[in-house]
């Protein structure tokens, strides 16, 4: 036992975080035990090893605090259950992954590139496995059985994914972010095509063998978005271009706050993932919301204003009453541009029409864009 934790023993912290799984579950007794034993113990080894929790000159807030941690993350998982909990650590994973699988010179479709997440994190799940098993000094052969295992596990694969791991240079990134790098890198050109092929395999049945296929790994863990399957895919479209267009302005620490901010992470836990200060969080957010708005109404403006239910043939998005405004509110050249807009003619006929520059009709049109966003948003 460490100096550190000398007030508040393993078996303390074990019989704390037992009558804790106690009151809150309804797992059997001698689950409750080896989790809690297993808790404490994780605990115990974080804060004897850990510097500045032993300088800290608090050592047991530290063990609470860190086990209160890790037991309302297993908590949640039991309390959302076998199928649910499968789901939320799988889009969990996925959202941090999602911009880092793609394999290199390709071009993979939003679908294919779904499909190889799904076949990264099947692979990433069972090293999850193997280093529950390795650090908590279980057999080599043990699985989760019982919900309460299954919790624990998947509270662990999510910690696991997301701790970090020193790089040169002071820096330090997600393990799960260096692993899907990495695949990534190891697929081959033909392998977009095979992905391809695979996300329109029909299979049926609901086979759980490990050596499942795609099909079967999209099912389980995320076909229970079916109902809103066209607007899903919009949405992902979305994403995915506005991950592009900051990416090809090396505009990664915005990437990476659209990311955590795809996962509704609470500002702090962003905060501490980034490794900002809330002065520097707030310089991103703000420089993020501009490329955002660059974006939305002059790159990509078609695509967003279809997410949003905006386009040209819903009047922007507007009502009635908003858009008679906006007509009163333009100049009459806007007001050619907006007719020309919606009758289908193409931004060169239009400028030259309206005697423009292709600068000048697009600063126009942006311009229109952003008196109806305002608008909108009153």
């Avoid at 047991?60 to 908590?75: F, I, M, P, T, V």
């Avoid at 479709?109 to 999850?128: C, H, K, N, P």
């Avoid at 529950?132 to 043990?142: A, C, G, I, K, W």
Wanted: negative net charge; glycine residues 4%.
């Amino acid at each position: 036992m460490s100096q550190g934790i000398c007030t508040l023993s393993v078996d303390s912290l074990s019989q704390l975080f037992y009558q804790e799984l106690k009151t809150s579950t309804g797992a059997a007794e001698a689950g409750c035990q080896k989790l809690s034993q297993r808790l404490a113990t994780e605990v115990e080894r974080i804060c004897s090893e850990s510097d500045r929790i032993q300088s800290s000159g608090d050592v047991e807030a530290w063990a609470k605090s860190l086990g209160k941690h890790r037991l309302d993350q297993c908590l949640k998982y039991y309390n959302l259950g076998s199928c649910q909990g499968r789901v939320e650590l799988h889009s969990t994973l996925s959202a941090i992954v999602y911009r880092y699988i793609t394999p290199p010179q390709v071009q993979t479709s939003y679908q294919a590139r779904l499909a190889l997440i799904e076949d990264f994190l099947q692979g990433f799940y069972v090293e999850s496995l193997n280093a529950f098993r390795r650090e908590n000094q279980l057999s080599d052969r043990y699985q989760p059985r019982t919900l309460l295992e299954l919790a624990e596990y998947m509270a662990f694969s999510e910690r696991y994914g997301k701790r970090r791991i020193p790089l040169p240079g002071h820096r330090s990134q997600q393990l799960i972010i260096l692993r899907a790098q990495t695949f990534s890198r190891q697929q081959p050109p033909e392998m977009a095509i095979d992905i391809e092929q695979a996300t329109d395999y029909g299979g049926d049945g609901d086979d759980l063998r490990p050596a499942a296929s795609h099909q079967r790994v999209r099912e389980e863990m995320i076909a229970q978005a079916d109902d809103d399957l066209p607007e899903n895919s919009l949405r992902g479209r979305v994403v995915e271009e506005l991950l592009a267009y900051l990416k090809a302005r090396n505009q990664d620490e915005c990437a990476d706050y659209f990311t955590l901010r795809l996962l509704d992470l609470p500002t702090q836990e962003i905060e501490l993932l980034l490794n900002l200060t809330p002065r520097e969080r707030d310089y991103l957010q703000q420089r993020f919301k501009y490329h955002l708005l660059r974006f939305a109404l002059s790159h990509h403006w078609e695509l967003v204003h279809e997410w949003l239910e905006a386009g040209l043939e819903t009047n922007l998005g507007l009502t009635t009453q908003q858009w008679q405004q906006l007509q009163n509110t333009i100049s009459a050249q806007q007001s050619k541009l907006l007719s020309l807009k919606q009758q289908g003619v193409s931004d060169g006929e239009a400028a030259r029409i309206l005697a423009m520059t292709p600068t000048q009709f697009q600063k126009q049109w942006t311009n229109l864009l952003e008196q109806a966003w305002d608008m909108r948003n009153l």
